[in-house]
């Protein structure tokens, strides 16, 4: 069993910047970040495979925001530079033990209890 365990959000202006943490208990081969504003489903952010390191985008992140992890913490970030508005959201870490994981919900066991972020115009 994996617990993730999501920090960093928080209020900022539009053209800000936040970066999201999160802690994962247990050993995870894909990792990836959704997002869900009210009334809206789940969206996915981004997702980064954890022993090779290379990370896909959403179109509407695609240069702005950035997954990173630090192994020795066993902790991914989410790096977002140049907020939107429409950025606004409760971001959630998502984790999978198979390495075939993309941008589907369905691809992910393990799931943190989200962090909200507030982009203000």
């Known amino acids: 069993q994996v617990q993730l365990v999501e920090s960093g959000g928080g209020s900022v202006q539009a053209g800000g910047s936040l970066r999201l943490s999160c802690a994962a208990s247990?050993?995870?081969?894909?990792m990836g970040w959704f997002r869900q504003a009210p009334g809206t489903e789940r969206e996915w952010v981004g997702t980064?495979?954890?022993?090779?390191?290379?990370?896909i985008y959403a179109d509407s992140v695609k240069g702005r925001f950035t997954i990173t992890q630090d192994d020795a913490k066993n902790t991914l970030y989410l790096q977002m530079t140049s907020l939107k508005p429409e950025d606004t959201a409760m971001y959630y870490c998502?984790?999978?033990?198979?390495?075939?994981?993309?941008?589907?919900?369905?691809?992910?066991?393990?799931w943190g209890q989200g962090t909200q972020v507030t982009v203000s115009s």
């Open positions: 998502a984790a999978a033990s198979s390495l075939l994981c993309g941008s589907s919900t369905t691809d992910f066991e393990y």
């Open positions: 247990g050993y995870t081969r894909c």
């Open positions: 980064r495979g954890t022993s090779g390191g290379i990370s």
